[in-house]
T-cell receptor, first 111, second 116 residues
Framework: GQQLNQSPQSMFIQEGEDVSMNCTSSSIFNTWLWYKQDPGEGPVLLIALYKAGELTSNGRLTAQFGITRKDSFLNISASIPSDVGIYFC???????????FGTGTRLTIIP | ETGVTQSPTHLIKTRGQQVTLRCSSQ?????VSWYQQALGQGPQFIFQ???????GRGNFPPRFSGLQFPNYSSELNVNALELDDSALYLC???????????????FGEGSRLTVL
């Protein structure tokens, strides 16, 4: 099935660094969401975006809905150990709640 | 914690067998979606149930079937298991509105199925 392209595939950073990741699609979405998944658990919703160009923050997380509606970006400022995990973007369209997920970005914090 | 519970958490089956996975949705939610997540990949949409009716299906064969009960809990059934069915099966609940909701899904911790 279709998956959105996320980059980078993995990141190795030091605690306190800022993180940026993005997600691109060949088709338009009306809603973009970012989820985080820890080992052995289901994805947890971080941020939801509903309007092209929208910039939304949730604590140290900031996400943007690209103006073309084919991409989205997630930034994490001042990373902490609990930020470790896999981040997934997901897109959906009005009229259904079927989510198309990205390939994931694995974030690791180096001691 | 999302309030979405799944059972069993882990199970092992052999090829050709059948499996039933169960999900209790978050209180107040009327929509349940099922996703398959293979190792190292993002979740893939299987199907969705809204008020006991199937409301969309992904690219999965008919041997994947589901059910939603009046209390909005749900089951996923897979017949004639194949090795490639080994995956984490995720249930997600949401407050859906006919014609679409917010798209915000709340996931359970999943049922990890291993097919030998």
């Amino acid at each position: 099935g279709q998956q959105l392209n996320q980059s980078p595939q993995s990141m190795f950073i030091q605690e306190g660094e800022d993180v940026s990741m993005n997600c691109t699609s060949s088709s338009i979405f009306n809603t973009w969401l970012w989820y985080k998944q820890d080992p052995g658990e289901g994805p947890v919703l971080l941020i939801a975006l509903y309007k092209a160009g929208e910039l939304t923050s949730n604590g140290r997380l900031t996400a943007q809905f690209g103006i073309t509606r084919k991409d989205s970006f997630l930034n994490i400022s001042a990373s902490i150990p609990s930020d470790v995990g896999i981040y997934f973007c997901a897109g959906s369209n009005f009229g259904n709640e079927k989510l198309t997920f990205g390939t994931g970005t694995r974030l690791t914090i180096i001691p | 914690e999302t309030g979405v519970t799944q059972s069993p958490t882990h199970l092992i089956k052999t090829r050709g067998q059948q499996v039933t996975l169960r999900c209790s949705s978050q209180s107040g939610h009327n929509t349940v979606s099922w996703y398959q997540q293979a190792l190292g990949q993002g979740p893939q949409f299987i199907f969705q149930y809204y008020r006991e009716e199937e409301n969309g299906r992904g690219n999965f064969p008919p041997r994947f079937s589901g059910l939603q009960f009046p209390n909005y809990s749900s089951e996923l059934n897979v017949n004639a298991l194949e090795l490639d069915d080994s995956a984490l099966y995720l249930c997600a609940s949401s407050l859906g509105i006919r014609g679409g909701g917010t798209g915000e899904l709340f996931f359970g911790e999943g049922s990890r199925l291993t097919v030998l």
